[in-house]
């Protein structure tokens, strides 16, 4: 089944705390992204990554780090920096320069207690 | 800085009513619009319109780009409960990445 998979589903964190949200795809697509949304604003680019061990801050990238060492795998690192993490975090993925259609995990839901 | 507005930003319409949901943008070098269905999780591709391809259809689903008035808009007839949900409107310019707008929320009531 081809597909892109977010973990956890819902995931807590104290405050100060650094955590981890796994995206992984089985598209062979070269692009990654991920995205945080909260209620009322849409969907805000925060990284993104077009091939393999290089990435860019999209519109929203302080307090986030990535990682891009395999094609199929994009993780979000969600910093104790990060002054507001509690949203919804989705990861997408597309077939850079083929295509502009990108297609979405099903989301992790992060809240700091 | 590229922008897209969605409008309504939510609609509530009984079961076979049909709908007009309205998305405008201001984009460099515009290349697509895409439309996007969202329920509870992760949006769903629906449709995408280029200058190539500016009217799109599936079943009761509809979508027309209009490039000179930079702005799309996606039709839902005889509409049902299913089809409630937060639709999304996103586009692409020179930084090939989507600029989403907010959504329109539509609810379909019995």
């Known amino acids: 089944d081809g597909g892109i998979t977010q973990s956890p589903k819902y995931l807590f964190r104290k405050e100060g705390q650094n955590v981890t949200l796994s995206c992984e795809q089985n598209l062979n697509h070269d692009a990654m992204y991920w995205y945080r949304q909260d209620p009322g604003q849409g969907l805000r680019l925060i990284y993104y990554?077009?091939?393999?061990?290089?990435?860019q801050k999209g519109d929203i990238a302080e307090g986030y780090s990535v990682s891009r060492e395999k094609k199929e795998s994009f993780p979000l690192t969600v910093t104790s920096a990060q002054k507001n993490p509690t949203a919804f975090y989705l990861c997408?993925?597309?077939?850079?320069?083929?295509?502009?259609?990108?297609?979405f995990g099903p989301g992790t839901r992060l809240t700091v207690l | 800085e590229d922008k897209v507005v969605q409008s309504p930003l939510s609609l509530v319409v009984h079961e076979g009513d049909t709908v007009t949901l309205n998305c405008s943008y201001e984009?460099?070098?515009?290349?697509?619009l895409l439309w996007y269905k969202q329920e509870k999780k992760a949006p769903t591709f629906l449709f995408m319109l280029t200058s190539s391809g500016i009217e799109k259809k599936s079943g009761r689903l509809s979508s027309i780009l209009d490039k000179k008035e930079l702005s799309s808009i996606l039709n839902i007839t005889a509409t049902q409960t299913g089809d409630s949900a937060i639709y999304l409107c996103?586009?692409?310019?020179?930084?090939?990445?989507?600029?989403f707008g907010t959504g329109t929320r539509l609810q379909v009531t019995l």
């Open positions: 996103a586009v692409t310019g020179t930084a090939s990445k989507l600029t």
């Open positions: 990554s077009q091939i393999v061990n290089d990435f």
């Open positions: 997408a993925s597309s077939s850079w320069g083929y295509t502009d259609t990108q297609y």
């Open positions: 984009v460099t070098n515009f290349r697509s």
